[in-house]
């Protein structure tokens, strides 16, 4: 591959996702990308650079893109923020709704499902709380792979013992052949749609609690604060967001600060900027690519 065959696609992957792409994580195109070319009869990672970067074929461009995305995830990540979500945020939020008694959750790179079916589990615990309450948790991903994967519910051995403590394994789910499955009543409390954070945001709507974690970490500075600046615009003043643990406001946005002591949690400031486009995203697409 030429450094501008490079260039190219490092171009296009920052375009459709926000995912920065250096030349130190080179190796990552090999090991992602070929299968893609053989997918495709391709004869190898070059060939498929070569006919990306001419942008000519958006099913192509897409497949790259979703090749390209990190979906690392587990159950309960990092713990604390569950820990937060259980005993701060939802007190909070099941006195200042009590009138309405309706919630939205937005969890906005849900991956392969674990982190919001563990907000849904978190939830289900403490059921009697929100008894007469809608609820409604909202799981987007730019990749429809790892959404697929999420609507099914069905994990291996190996992913449900990353983070979920055996309790709620056999409460929750039901062991079918070597896989676990997720408690279909409980998968139904989130609705999935596929959603590009560099899109523009109002037809989602509004979320109350938004949980954007470990994805921010792929983009630059200037896409981070537009996207937070986007998310901030779908919250009310009082709503809360949770970012992954690498991940922080500072410096990044005014539109939040850190809740004190609350590590990983932020509230709005009520300096969100006038509505603006992501730097150098692509236009939204109408339509998904088809598969
Ligand atoms: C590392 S996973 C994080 C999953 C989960 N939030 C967690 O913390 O465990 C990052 C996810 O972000 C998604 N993603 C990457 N770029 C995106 C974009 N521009 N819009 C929406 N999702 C994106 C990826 O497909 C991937 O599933």
Redesign the pocket.
């Known amino acids: 591959m030429t450094p501008q065959e490079f260039d190219g696609i490092a171009q296009i992957l920052k375009k459709?996702?926000?995912?920065i792409l250096t030349r130190d994580k080179a190796y990552l195109l090999e090991s992602r990308l070929v299968p893609v070319a053989r997918q495709r009869g391709l004869s190898g990672l070059d060939e498929l650079v070569r006919q990306v970067v001419t942008g000519k074929d958006a099913k192509l461009t897409f497949d790259v893109?979703?090749a390209m995305?990190?979906?690392?995830?587990?159950f309960f990540?990092?713990t604390k923020p569950f820990d937060q979500y259980r005993d701060v945020v939802m007190p909070k939020m099941l006195q200042s709704r009590a009138a309405k008694k309706s919630l939205r959750i937005w969890?906005?790179?849900?991956?392969?499902g674990?982190?919001p079916y563990s907000l849904v589990i978190v939830l289900n615990e403490m059921k009697a709380k929100w008894a007469g309450w809608k609820i409604e948790i909202v799981g987007?991903?730019?990749?429809l792979e790892?959404l697929e994967k999420a609507k099914a519910g069905i994990y291996s051995q190996f992913e449900v013992q990353r983070g979920l403590p055996i309790t709620l394994l056999v409460k929750y789910f039901t062991q079918v052949g070597e896989n676990w499955v997720f408690d279909p009543a409980m998968r139904a409390m989130v609705n999935y749609r596929?959603?590009?954070?560099?899109?523009p945001m109002t037809a989602l709507g509004q979320f109350d609690i938004v949980?954007?974690?470990?994805?921010l970490?792929?983009?630059d500075q200037e896409t981070k604060g537009k996207?937070l600046d986007n998310i901030s615009r779908q919250m009310p003043t009082d709503g809360l967001l949770f970012l992954?643990g690498a991940e922080t406001v500072i410096g990044v946005t005014s539109a939040f600060s850190p809740v004190d002591g609350q590590r990983g949690l932020y509230r709005q400031s009520g300096v969100a900027k006038p509505g603006a486009p992501v730097p150098g995203a692509a236009p939204p697409r109408p339509a998904v690519p088809p598969r």
């Open positions: 459709e996702s926000g995912l893109v979703e995305t990190t979906n690392e995830t587990f990540r990092d969890c906005a790179a849900a991956s392969t674990q982190e987007t991903d730019l990749s790892v596929q959603f590009n954070l560099l899109s949980f954007c974690r470990n994805v970490i792929y983009f996207v992954g």
